[in-house]
Structure formats: C-alpha cells, structure tokens
C-alpha cells in the first residue's frame, strides 16, 4: 500500500507540479533571473573584491540576458549604505582602481562600483546547472539574434534610467560580498554617479537628464550626442529646459567621429559643453588628440571623479540659467511640491476661466484654503480615492473632458481674438481665429456671450484660417496661456512653453521624471498632474480669468 500511495503521488507531481516548475524555470515566463557566475577577491591588484552575476529576462527589457560586474572595495564595511558609480558596458578604463586611489586618500566616499553590459537575446535558452557542467560550449555558442545596446544606450527617454533603479541596483544589493556582508546602496541622487564610454556616455547622461531624482553626477567619455537616436537634440533642450541638480564632467578627442554617417562626436561634444554652461550647470570638460576610443578618458579617470565628488557630502546645487523668458517664468524660491495623489484618470486641470471660460462661483466653489481641506473627505472632495496633502497650496477644479463645457485641448488667447487647439498625439498646436457674428461680436461659450453672436469661441469648428502654429519637441496635451499670451502644454517631458510665434522658450521639467497629463494655471500657480499626481509651484507669471476680460498682450513680433 505505501509502494502504491508513493507512487500515486509521484504520478501527481509529473504531471500536474512538475510542468509549474518547469515554467518557473523558464527565463522567457518567469520574471528577472539572476545567477552568480564569478566572484575575486583582489583583482588585478586591487584591494577590494568583484563579483559577477548574468541577468536574464527583466521586466524592463524582456528577453534580453546580460553580465553585470561589481566591484566592492575594501573599506566597504556592510554597516553604512555606499554610494554607487555605475558605469555602462563594464567597469573599465581605471575606474576601480581610481575609487580604490580616491577613498583611500579621502578625496571619494566608500562607493560601489557597478558594470551593466548591455542586453542580447540569442536563439536558445542558457545551459545552467549541471547541464553547463557536463557541456561548457552549449551556453557559449548561442547565437545572438538581437543586439540590444542602441535601443538601451543611445534611446533618449527615461527607460533606461528606471530600469537601473528598479532592477539593477535592488539585484546587487540582492547579493553579499564574499565574506558575507549584505550590499548595501543608498538611494539618494546626490550618492549616485552614471559614467560611460560613447553610446554608454550618452546612456549615463540620459539617464542623469531623465532621473536627476535618481541621479546627480556625470561623467561622458566620447559621448554619442549625435543624430544616432535624438542625441543631437540635447543642446537645445538643455537650453530651453530649467536647470537640474547635475554634475557633469565631459571627455573628448578633437578627430573623434566613429561613423561620418552620424556626424562628428567631438563637434557635437562641443555643443553639448555650451548648452550646459549656458544653462548653468556645475561642468568640467577635457578635449584631447586623437579619434574615437577611451584611452584619454581613462587617463584622466580620477580627475574627473574629483570633480564629480568634491565638497561630498554636501549636496550638488542647481545652476542658473542664461534663458531669459525661462528666468521671468519660474520663481526661483518655489520648487514641485505634493498636493495630492492618487488623482483619477482621465481628469484634468481647469484654469481659472480656462477652456470653459467660466469662473466666478463655479471655481469659486471648488477651492479650497489648507485649513479648510484638512476637514474635507475624499468623499466630499468628489474624487474618490484621492489624498489630499496639506502642502499649502489649494485644491484646483478638476473636470472630465465636456464636463461644464471643458474642452482641456482647447485655450483662447487673452483678449479673444484667436485660440489654440491641441493636435493629439502630435507635436503641433493649431491656431485659429474666432469667428465673428453678424453683430461683429462673438460668444465665448459655456453660457458667457458678448453680445447676440451664437458662436461658440471653444468650438474648433467656429474659427477661420486654422494652422498648425505651435511646434512641441514631443506629442502634446493639455493646453492653457498665461496673461502674457505664453501658451503652457503638458508633454512627456515636462510642461514646455511657447512665445506668440509658436516657439518653445521653456521647458519645466516633470516631477519625478514621469509625463506630464495636466497642466493649469490658477492666478500664480502653476499645478500638473504628473504621474498620477498633482503638484503645484508658484511662478512669476498668471493664468487668465475670462479671456475677453484682458487686454491683448503686446505682440512678440514677428522675431
């Protein structure tokens, strides 16, 4: 009976445990697998210890496989969170050593070091196990189908800098140092640098640019700031945009152009290292002979981690800009700030006497003072769901689309004479003149009319002359203007903001680095949703009340 009963029971597993853990096993279905491959202690002479690990299939890039190299120097003692530098491709070029050198002289904290090699995904799955044992070649001469470097390295957008944040950096601090010490990694911007060579220099900028909540100190070795994949657009979004918390040091070779296709690195280098003084970033740069290779780079390895790291632990400050309209925008003193999350969908922000072009009780009855809102329900708020933090700014109105006659795509000009309409999913803003009635007067909709005219100022289909006007850097949103007649769109890299003649000025970067969805000004506040969020910050312009109630602003001209 127990032969039968044991039996029995295998049979279970074979055939219904048994295809569950082959799935688990399975890199394509299974979530992030990680695998010791090596660990040495004092390599090369160093003092310290590198440890290896493959990454197979994570969330962010799924299918790819990877090596990621760590190397935890001596004074690393398991107690106190390091500070990490990682470095794309490998850690090369004296990096290691350089930390060894700096921590050791003090001139650097304790820091881990961290080499991401970009990710493959290749024609079989890997041979592990005693499988790898009994036939080492079977897992070396896999064929590699899809190179992924370029999509990773030279993609201009925050991808990548998440996915060092959310499953880079917690695989590490998964492991131990070789005499049992847990890793530990701090998490704050200002004990994190991005390093790399070419495309992985560009790949460390990005991820600074996109993330400089995860990220404060750069140093580019012959940057990829060419027209490989958007990298040639920085210099002019570094112009544009509101300085961040950075540190950069930028290294290039006069003769560097790896591929005439693309461009000259070393010019583009150079344009790179203007924008940023521009803009006021705390910058260091080294041009040198040659083309392109990182020679030179790892020549001046500790020079340049001098610099990143100096006068640690305090802080990497923000710079000021040379923008002019970008300094008469923003108000210095006032940074994002949380009013409430967990905001619903598919909501967006009314200015006061936004789109609707209604104000008066209507927005009068939705604001709310701090002391007020500390007494409100979720329930009372309408908005189910939502936190309402006493951040010290009010509550804004919050409508659906049609809600009151709220069109968020659509925002007249102070003075009424023309409006602007969001194209959707495209980077223009058309622009149209209002209609005018038989009276010469015209309607300015949701209930408000001057004079007989039956127009509707928010209807697109009651205007004359319509162009596309506005030229975003990426796809647009929401739409509002300022009394100066700036217009105001929410994008996925911030809230950019353009002149009378269509042209982006500024860009005010998102919160946290997620797309903005909303955006309105409500007197001298500018509030965004961000990230299932609302933030608000104070600036030095005003949103419009009534759009017919204000003078037109003066005209840029024609510049």
């Known amino acids: 009976m127990k032969r039968l009963y044991f039996a029995f029971w295998a049979i279970v597993f074979l055939f219904v445990c048994m295809p569950f853990a082959l ?4 890199p394509i279905d299974a979530a992030a697998q990680l695998e010791l491959t090596g ?29 990621i190299k760590v190397y935890v120097p001596k004074e690393y003692d398991g107690k106190q969170a390091a500070c990490t530098a990682i470095m794309m491709d490998d850690i090369m070029y004296g990096l290691a050593q350089s930390i060894d050198t700096l921590i050791a002289s003090g001139e650097m904290p304790v820091t881990i070091a961290v080499g991401v090699r970009p990710g493959r995904i290749y024609d079989n799955l890997p041979v592990s196990g005693s499988a790898a044992a009994q036939n080492p070649s079977a897992s070396q001469n896999r064929e590699v189908i899809r190179y992924n470097r370029s999509n990773e390295f030279d993609r201009c957008d925050g991808r990548f800098a998440s996915f060092l944040a959310e499953e880079v950096l917690p695989a590490v601090s998964s492991f131990s140092t070789g005499d049992g010490l847990p890793i530990l990694l701090s998490r704050s911007a200002d004990d994190r640098m991005v390093l790399g060579a070419s495309s992985g220099a560009i790949a460390a900028f990005t991820a600074a640019w996109f993330r400089p909540d995860l990220f404060s100190r750069v140093y580019s070795i012959i940057g990829t700031f060419v027209p490989m994949r958007g990298g040639d657009h920085y210099p002019g979004l570094i112009r544009k945009t509101e300085p961040q918390r950075l540190r950069i040091y930028l290294q290039d070779n006069d003769e560097d152009t790896w591929n005439p296709l693309f461009g000259s690195w070393y010019e583009y280098n150079l344009l790179m290292e203007s924008a940023l003084r521009f803009a006021g970033y705390e910058l260091e740069h080294h041009w ?102 006493e951040s010290g700014f009010a509550l804004p109105q919050l409508l659906g689309v049609g809600e009151h006659g709220f ?121 965004v949703i961000s990230g299932g969020d609302l933030y608000a910050r104070k600036v030095q312009r005003s949103g419009l009340g009534n759009a017919l109630s204000v003078s037109a602003p003066d005209s840029d001209g024609q510049g």
């Open 288 to 389: 040198d002979k040659g083309g392109h290779n990182g020679r030179n780079g790892g020549a001046i390895m500790s020079e340049a981690l001098r610099f990143l790291w100096k006068d640690y632990p305090s802080p990497v400050k923000k710079g000021k800009s040379g923008n002019a309209t970008l300094n008469s925008i923003i108000d210095s003193s006032s940074v994002w700030t949380l009013v409430a999350s967990n905001v619903p969908a598919g909501v967006f922000i009314k200015s006061a006497g936004g789109a609707s072009c209604k104000d008066g009780a209507g927005m009068e009855a939705t604001m709310r003072s701090v002391a007020k809102r500390r007494s409100v329900s979720n329930e009372e708020s309408k908005l189910s769901g939502m936190q309402v933090n």
């Open 23 to 26: 799935q688990a096993q399975n």
């Open 407 to 527: 069109d968020p795509y659509v925002a007249v000009y102070p003075g009424g004479k023309h409006r602007a309409i969001a194209d959707v999913n495209s980077q223009w803003i058309s622009n149209e003149v209002i209609a005018v009635g038989a009276s010469g007067e015209c309607s300015v909709g949701d209930g408000v009319r001057i004079g007989g005219a039956q127009a509707d100022a928010m209807a697109p289909e009651g205007g004359l002359y319509r162009q596309e006007f506005y030229k975003l850097h990426t796809n647009g949103g929401q739409i509002c203007f300022d009394t100066s007649g700036y217009l105001y769109c929410a994008t996925e890299i911030g809230v950019q903001i353009c002149d009378h003649n269509g042209r982006v000025r500024v860009i005010l970067p998102a919160p946290c680095g997620s797309a903005v969805s909303s955006v309105g000004l409500v007197g001298n506040v500018l509030y």
């Open 39 to 67: 660990r040495t202690l004092q390599p090369d002479g160093l003092r310290g210890e590198y440890l290896t690990f493959t990454m197979r299939n994570p969330r962010t890039y799924p299918g790819t496989e990877r090596m």
